[in-house]
């Protein structure tokens, strides 16, 4: 059944895509903060980008945020930002933190550890990493990497897994400590450089 729900999940990232940018209570915004190479085959390099994010409320109540281990990420890579508003992505890919082996207390009578109260004006901060494949040879461009240059990146996150019941449920019980989150939110954009110099290391 989780299973199941983490599909749609992903459906409901594809169809919030769009919204980058967008105005709204729970704001994202990302900065890449390392970068790292490694020889993916004789064509292809593997990009290890390193994320801040940063979930800011500004909105006018406190907001209630997953921050456990089960979350998606949607991410898409530009030429430039009038690229990405209008769509023109050089590559679009899926990256998740979503382990069965570490249970969580989700459902309890106030949020747990797995979640974070932010008041108005307050922030969270987190790291992710993605990888990005760079292609080293014209032949490895074909829709599945990206060239040496300029780029920039964006995502979409969700921000809870479990069904839209349970979540209903516990804003209604965790009404007095603030409003539980549970929608997917764009994030704004952040600018990175591909050099023209092979990566030494092979990927493990």
């Not at 209570?25 to 020889?39: E, F, K, P, Y």
């Amino acid at each position: 059944m989780r299973r199941l729900f983490a599909s749609a999940l992903l459906l409901l990232l594809i169809i919030c895509a769009p919204a980058f940018g967008q105005e709204r209570d729970l704001q994202l915004t990302i900065g890449v903060v390392n970068q790292a190479s490694c020889r993916a085959n004789a064509g292809t390099d593997m990009l290890q980008l390193t994320l801040k994010l940063r979930y800011t409320n500004a909105g006018s109540r406190k907001l209630i945020l997953y921050r456990g281990n089960r979350l998606f990420y949607q991410v898409f890579v530009s030429r430039s930002r009038e690229d990405a508003l209008a769509r023109r992505f050089e590559m679009y890919t899926t990256h998740s933190r979503y382990f069965d082996e570490q249970p969580e207390k989700i459902s309890a009578a106030h949020p747990g550890g797995v979640f974070v109260t932010l008041p108005p004006g307050a922030s969270y901060e987190t790291r992710q990493v993605i990888a990005v494949p760079v292609a080293r040879e014209a032949a490895s461009r074909v829709n599945v990497a990206i060239p040496p240059g300029e780029h920039v990146v964006n995502i979409v996150t969700s921000t809870w897994y479990e069904s839209r019941k349970l979540a209903e449920e516990l804003r209604e019980r965790w009404s007095p400590r603030g409003f539980l989150w549970v929608d997917p939110v764009g994030s704004d954009f952040a600018a990175f450089t591909v050099d023209n110099v092979r990566a030494a290391a092979v990927c493990q």
